[in-house]
């Protein structure tokens, strides 16, 4: 009837609170009237954990008064079950979707995870293996061939680490190079569905461990090959080892000094040995060039993923040296000759000649050729140096080759003469290539021809000025003798004699010839003579003279032969003998005129010999020479008389004139006497030469202006040969020279017509011809000349005609008609040429060619858009244009839908052999059978053109750009390890479908090999129908296989094909490279350890670090590099050394718990330091991609080390000198230490003070300031000879004192100073003359009189009243002026001067010296020295003057006179101002300043107010140039008298 309480408690007992229900914690139920029964909701929470049934309680007490309320005992607390319901499970699988683990690993961890959910309860799984039948390494383990139990306890769930159960499993290795095996694990359990396995099995692969390898190589490790074989065969061997599995080995080349895809063909292939192949060969195509080079090698070069593969040693690589084959250049000299213009270079041209060689070809290599000179008229040694010369061609890389094409390299030489001073004539040497090897072909010219012109001269003069003889003598020998020179060749002078008073006393000299000959020179057979005869003409005379002249002749001008003026002539004295005969003759023995009309030449007759005293009578009388009576002259017969008086008698002959060419005439007149008395016998005849006169002449012409050949052969009988001839018109009495030649105009000499080039002579009697081309002389009757009988060049005369036959040649070329020309040319002034002089002759041309199709059948494709069809000359040669035409026919081809003709008429040039058109193809994009057509040749040139092989047929064939295009879709495809297929597509890119077509698909194995990572493919066929169109994919499927294997990324290639050849393009994109991406790792971490290490003096210590893999098995090979992480002056590979391979690898099979050990070797480096520390870390390696396969655990992944200092490392330190030097004036001396031996990484510190000795002359605090103790710190980084220096405090005390010192000791207490150097040194203070001491002089006058008894003066030197703690001395002097020392004063000589503290003045006597002399004022200097740095001298300097009192007394009268004087000149100049100041003029004065040259002597001279000095002392004598510049303020009076001239004094 009222309300009770009760209280409800909750308490676990296997269900835990908050997880598996809500706590109910002092929970009232309230009962009140009425209300019989109370509930209260305990919520149980659902937790998804796989545990077993839980269980709580709920106890009941009363909070009422507990005797109101009774709770029973058996009812106080219920028991709660939880049931598990079946929504709660965990799912379990293997930890990896496949292992892989090498057959050297003893085991195999597997481990079953839980992948979802989590336990509060024991479950068991069941693990059993299933062995597949084609696999021979199976597990041996019978526990796990036997069902195996693995317990998930309670608290494990699906967050690791606490969610696996793992199992060993034991591998076998038989040391077999195999393939990858498999076997099976399979998982299960009986507590489904609590448990549910994910994945119920999983693969193990077992691949070969690593070591078991076979050895492959080259068969050679050189290979040689000619460049020319085309290939050369390399072979790989397995050298040791066997195999059961297949093994991929890559070859591949690499170009050394050879080039790829210039001297060989690059080569990149996969060889796949088997367990029944031991060898594969390979061919290496070896390209051919033209180029001449040394041998040239590339290496073929083995690799390989597999690491089941090693290499021979020595054989892994091999190289092929490719030897040059007949590769060759060809080399010619740049012209067949050459010439030298002068032996010296005294022309200025030069004494040498440059010579090219011309190389045509391609070399890449050096080469050379020998250049070898031989004799001709030249001579070696004397004429020329060079006897061969070695011309080395280099070849620079990068210059551009050159085959055929031209002159792709040139190379000059200079080739000079030897100057002999030995007139001579040109001569000639050859230089010639001779080639080394046959690598080098001459061409021509391969020699050439050097002529060296000769610029020697000799001197030829007569060998005296002066001959005597008598006229009795009958001759006097003259001689002309070799001055200066040397001759090698014959040279000639002419020899004159002129009358001097002797006139008809000897026989005259006309240009007589003196030859001198090879071999005579200035020093051997040096003369040439001649005997000039005399004439004794009976007649007592006096001496008589006449002259002989020396003269060049035409030939041999000033260049070769000088003649010097001073031995040119001569003078030849007759002295008279005592015969009184008279003889009487022709006083000239040749007179000479030319021939003119009615013209006269006079003759004289006279006394030769002896004296006339009556007269004489001689007949004179004309005989025919050479000339014709009536013709060239009126006949001579007539008297001369002589007598006393006229000793001379003279007569004209008259000279007739003709119109005929002719030569010279003659006439002869001869003498006879009536008196046996008189003597006609010395000059009884003379001559008269009549010269033909320029006015006579004949005249020449062609017959003909124009000729014809009419064939340029005889084939048809008519032609091959010409008649051509000229005409003379005139008198004709001698030859008539005249040049007959051909020339070249649009034929060509010798290929066309025989060349002609004569010298034809018009004759009186015969007629004469020389010149190229043979000749015979013809006759002939008749009117017409045939030329059927006569060979070219065929001469002949038929009456005023001279005829040649001219040649044409035949050269079978079609050419248009050609012509050349025949000219006359004039030989003879006296030969006029006439038109025609010359004559055009035409070849007309009679050769035909022979055309024809180039090919019968043309064969192309329907893509290719068009076609070359080409007609060829098959015989003969054009050197005229002609044209064909082509005709098309259609065959199944028409011409609208297949094909068309862009021309049809083909038109030769001169010199083409081909012509070819483009038949355009029309591509209609349609397959379709194969279409013909044909074309036909034929021409309207029939007469020179001649048709073969007219017609060419063409087939159009069906290609495959018609058709379709194909490429993969993708050409990079990347996929993770999977048992799982991934798709590969084809895509149709391009084309219109009428008909199906297929492509093909075919895998190729890389590093991922078939059935081990995929399931391979072959020859997959794709097929595409009328209903594809661009754009569209079709794909197929490719398995992979997951192999459990910790691996590199795999790759594989899929190719595409196309099926039907030329229908399917299969594109750029041709193939799809498939990347398996492998994503298993291993967990490796440092191991703990001791890490403390100490440097050990003279020795090494190490600590050992250990890297262990912690979880994961590996099938590859992981890299973990080892890092060393530095700390202040810690330094790897000074204190301490990591291995030589800064990494540990791990390798395949091995699994977690292997660890790799290494030592570091902590180094003594002898440097005092503090203790130091560096860092080892880990990483996975990326230079083999480790990354992927490798964690570093966190925490193990770097470690701290210590390196304890080797305490006996030190140091040796001292003073750097034993002597240390400062000046006052700077305020300090610097004091230096200095690390005499050892190294610092620490710093260390010395100590430095001042001490007291008995020799220090220094004072503390008044020259320096003391140091105690003072710290120098050596920094780290020091090293011997590296410093620390400190300044020491010195006084300035203005104080002139002496050079004072103190002492200093360097001491330590570090440790590590393991010894001292210099420990004690003196410091020098010096002054340096920084403190001054100022010296003035000066005297008590200037002027000191010269005599005795007057006093003297003195000389003072006062210093400034400075602090002295030294003597000062300074010197005192005199020095000559204008008075002498000894005779006017006495002399001072460096008087000392010594000063201290207590001397401020220092005083000299003057003295002089009276010499009772009336002179002027002489003057002397006084001189104050000091080599004391510290003294300045101020006033040291001083002129003393000497005043002479003596008086002359003659003096003292001028002097008294003058002062007279003077006053009346003042007087007059007054009156002269006042009378020019009234005189003044109202025009301007004229003023002169001087001249322009100013004579001065001894003067300084300057502008006048300017005081600028223009000269000093300028020579006596000496003229200058001076300008006079007016002061501007000066005016000079002005002058009234206009004829005067100012003069102002300057």
């Not at 005709?887 to 049809?904: C, P």
């Not at 047929?953 to 993770?976: K, P, R, W």
């Amino acid at each position: 009837e009222r309300n009770v309480s009760v209280e409800l408690t909750t308490s676990s007992a296997t269900a835990s609170e908050s997880s598996d229900y809500s706590q109910l914690n002092h929970f009232v139920l309230t009962f009140s009237t009425g209300l019989s029964s109370q509930c209260a909701i305990v919520k149980i929470l659902d937790d998804t954990v796989l545990e077993a049934n839980q269980s709580f309680s709920i106890t009941l007490s009363a909070l009422s008064n507990p005797e109101v309320v009774y709770i029973p005992q058996e009812t106080d607390v219920a028991e709660i079950t939880i049931r598990e319901d079946s929504f709660d499970y965990i799912e379990v699988a293997f930890e990896k979707d496949f292992y892989h683990v090498s057959d050297e690993a003893q085991w195999l961890q597997v481990c079953i995870v839980i992948v979802k959910g989590e336990l509060e309860r024991n479950v068991t799984v069941e693990l059993d293996t299933i062995a597949n039948n084609n696999q021979t390494n199976q597990p041996l383990d019978s526990d796990i061939l036997e069902a195996h139990m693995l317990h998930f306890l309670p608290g494990q769930s699906s967050y690791p680490p606490n969610n696996k159960q793992c199992e060993l499993i034991t591998i076998i290795n038989d040391d077999i190079v195999e393939g990858n095996e498999t076997f099976e694990l399979t998982l299960s359990t009986t507590l489904y569905p609590k448990v549910v396995i994910a994945t119920s099995n999983t693969t193990v692969f077992i691949s070969p461990e690593f070591v078991d390898t076979v050895a492959i190589g080259f068969s050679e490790e050189l290979y040689m090959v000619q460049e020319g074989d085309g290939s050369v065969e390399v072979c790989v061997n397995i050298d040791s080892g066997s195999l059961q599995r297949e093994v991929v080995v890559s070859l591949a080349t690499y170009p050394n000094t050879a080039e790829a895809s210039v001297d060989f063909s690059p080569l990149s292939a996969d060889i796949t040995f088997g367990a029944t192949t031991s060898q594969h060969c390979l061919e290496i195509s070896i390209l051919d060039d033209t180029c001449l080079e040394d041998t040239q090698n590339f290496y073929v070069a083995l690799s390989s993923t597999d690491r089941a593969v090693t290499f021979t040693p020595g054989r892994q690589n091999s190289s092929v040296d490719i030897l040059e084959d007949m590769d060759y250049v060809e080399v010619k000299l740049d012209s067949a000759s050459h010439t030298i213009l002068s032996e010296d270079d005294t022309m200025g041209s030069g004494n040498s000649v440059e010579v090219c060689l011309l190389v045509t070809g391609c070399f890449e290599r050096n080469f050379s050729v020998n250049l070898v000179t031989s004799s001709r008229t030249a001579v070696y040694g004397s004429d020329y140096p060079l006897q061969s010369m070695r011309v080395e061609f280099e070849y620079e890389v990068g210059q551009p080759s050159c085959g055929s094409s031209g002159n792709c390299t040139q190379m000059c030489i200079d080739v000079f003469a030897e100057y002999d001073e030995i007139l001579e004539y040109n001569e000639e040497f050859a230089l010639r290539i001779v080639p080394l090897d046959a690598s080098v072909k001459p061409q021509d010219p391969n020699t050439t021809t050097i002529t060296i012109i000769d610029n020697d001269y000799v001197s030829i003069g007569l060998a005296g000025n002066k001959y005597q003889t008598t006229d009795d003598a009958g001759y006097v020998q003259v001689c002309a003798e070799l001055v200066d020179g040397e001759l090698e060749r014959p040279v000639t002078v002419l020899m004159t004699t002129m009358d001097g008073t002797a006139t008809a006393d000897y026989v005259p000299l006309m240009s007589k010839e003196l030859n001198f000959v090879s071999g005579q020179s200035d020093h051997m057979d040096r003369t040439q003579c001649l005997n000039l005869t005399i004439m004794d003409d009976s007649i007592l005379e006096n001496t008589e003279e006449f002259y002989v002249h020396l003269n060049y002749t035409p030939m041999e001008d000033r260049a070769v032969v000088f003649i010097p003026p001073l031995n040119s002539n001569s003078t030849i004295y007759i002295q008279e003998d005592q015969s009184d005969s008279v003889e009487i003759g022709f006083l000239q023995p040749q007179y000479y005129i030319t021939e003119c009309d009615q013209c006269t030449v006079e003759v004289c007759v006279g006394l030769l010999e002896g004296t006339l005293e009556k007269s004489v009578t001689v007949k004179v009388e004309s005989q025919d020479g050479s000339s014709e009576y009536g013709l060239d002259y009126n006949v001579v017969y007539l008297n001369s008389t002589l007598n006393e008086s006229q000793s001379v008698s003279c007569f004209d002959v008259t000279i007739l004139d003709d119109t005929c060419l002719e030569p010279s005439q003659n006439l002869s007149l001869h003498l006879s006497s009536y008196e046996d008395a008189v003597m006609v016998e010395d000059h009884p005849s003379t001559t008269v030469t009549i010269f033909e006169d320029s006015l006579d002449f004949v005249e020449v012409s062609l017959l003909k202006e124009v000729y014809e050949i009419a064939n340029e052969d005889d084939e048809i009988g008519d032609g091959g040969r010409i008649v051509v001839c000229t005409v003379l018109q005139g008198c004709l009495h001698r030859k008539a020279p005249f040049r007959f030649f051909t020339r070249e105009d649009t034929a060509s000499e010798g290929s066309d017509y025989v060349p002609l080039d004569l010298t034809l002579n018009f004759g009186s009697e015969s007629m004469t011809q020389s010149g190229s081309g043979e000749a015979a002389f013809l006759q002939s009757g008749s009117d017409y000349i045939s030329s059927g009988d006569y060979s070219s060049g065929a001469l002949f005369e038929e009456d005023d005609l001279i005829c040649v036959v001219i040649q044409s040649q035949s050269d079978s070329i079609l050419e248009n008609s050609e012509r050349f020309s025949i000219f006359l040319d004039m030989l003879d002034p006296a030969v006029h040429i006439e038109q025609p002089s010359n004559s055009t002759i035409t070849i007309i041309d009679n050769d035909y060619v022979e055309v024809g199709m180039q090919y019968s059948e043309y064969i192309t494709t329907e893509g290719e858009g068009s076609l070359q069809v080409c007609v060829e000359v098959v015989s003969g040669v054009l050197e005229r244009n002609i044209s064909v035409e082509l005709s098309t026919y259609s065959g199944t081809a028409s011409l609208q839908d297949y094909w068309s003709l862009n021309a049809e008429t083909l038109i030769f040039q001169s010199g083409q052999v081909l012509q070819c058109i483009y038949v355009n193809i029309i591509d209609d994009s349609v397959l379709e059978w194969n279409e013909t057509f044909s074309i036909k040749l034929n021409t309207s040139l029939t007469s020179i053109v001649r048709i073969v092989s007219e017609e060419s047929s063409i087939t159009i064939l069906e290609d495959d750009v018609d058709s379709v295009e194909m490429n993969m879709h993708s050409m990079s495809l990347i996929a993770s390890e999977c048992d799982c297929n991934i798709s590969i597509c084809v895509e149709f890119t391009d084309g219109i479908l009428e008909r199906n077509v297929s492509v093909s698909l075919s895998t190729e194995q890389g590093t991922a090999t078939s059935p081990d990572d995929f399931l391979g493919i072959h020859s997959r066929e794709l097929q595409l129908t009328r209903e594809n169109t661009a754009g569209d994919l079709i794909c197929t499927e490719l398995s992979l296989v997951e192999d459990m294997k910790t691996e590199y990324v795999e790759h594989l290639t899929v190719e595409l094909q196309g099926v039907e050849e030329r229908i399917v393009l299969v594109g750029t994109r041709n193939y799809s490279s498939v990347a398996i991406v492998d994503n298993d790792v291993v967990e490796v971490g440092l191991e703990p350890g001791d890490f403390e290490s100490n440097e050990i003096h003279g020795g090494t210590d190490t600590v050992t670090a250990c890297v262990a893999m912690k979880t994961g098995a590996l099938e590859r090979t992981v890299q973990i590099d080892l890092l060393t992480i530095d700390s202040g002056y810690c330094k790897a590979g000074f204190d301490y050394v990591i291995p030589n391979r800064p990494y540990v690898s791990f390798l395949p099979g091995e699994a977690g718990g292997v660890k790799r050990c290494f030592n570091i070797t902590v180094v003594d480096d002898v440097i005092v330091e503090d203790d130091e520390y560096f860092s080892l870390m880990i990483q996975p390696s990326s230079a083999d991609d480790s990354e992927s396969s490798v964690q570093v655990l966190a925490k193990l992944d770097a470690v701290g080390m210590s390196i304890a200092e080797d305490p006996l490392d030190g140091v040796i330190i001292g003073l750097s000198s034993t002597k240390f030097k400062g000046y006052e004036s700077n305020g300090y001396v610097q004091i230096c230490a200095v690390i005499v031996e050892g190294h610092l990484e620490r710093n260390v510190s010395v100590e430095l003070q001042t001490v007291k000795t008995s020799k220090d002359s220094a004072t503390i605090f008044d020259d320096f300031s003391p140091i105690t103790n003072e710290v120098l710190v050596f920094l780290p980084g020091s090293t011997a000879g590296t410093e620390v220096c400190f300044d020491l405090a010195v006084v300035d005390d203005d104080i002139i004192e002496k050079d004072e010192i103190l002492e200093i000791e360097l001491t330590t207490d570090e440790d590590n100073v393991v010894g001292l150097g210099v420990t004690r040194a003196n410091v020098t203070i010096e002054d340096a003359g920084n403190d001054k001491l100022y010296l003035t002089m000066n005297v008590t006058s200037t002027n000191v009189s010269e005599e005795a008894g007057m006093g003297t003066e003195q000389v003072c030197v006062q210093r400034s009243p400075a602090v002295m703690e030294k003597e000062v001395v300074a010197f005192i002097s005199t020095v000559n002026e204008t008075a002498s020392a000894g005779e006017d004063y006495i002399p001072l000589e460096n008087e000392p001067l010594v000063f201290d503290n207590s001397v401020f003045v220092i005083c000299h006597d003057l003295l002089t010296m009276d010499d009772s002399k009336v002179e002027g004022i002489e003057t002397f200097g006084l001189m104050l020295e000091s080599n004391d740095p510290a003294v300045v001298i101020t006033n040291g300097y001083i002129q003393v003057s000497i005043i002479d009192r003596d008086i002359d007394p003659f003096i003292f009268v001028i002097i008294i006179v003058s002062v007279v004087l003077f006053v009346f000149v003042i007087l007059i100049c007054l009156v002269l101002s006042i009378i020019l100041a009234f005189c003044f003029c109202s025009r301007r004065g004229r003023y002169k300043f001087g001249g322009n040259n100013l004579s001065i002597q001894n003067t300084y001279v300057v502008t006048g107010g300017l005081n600028d000095t223009l000269k000093a002392d300028p020579k006596a004598g000496e003229n200058m140039d001076l300008t006079v510049v007016p002061n501007p303020s000066f005016e000079p009076a002005p002058i009234c008298d206009d004829g005067e001239e100012q003069k102002t004094s300057l």
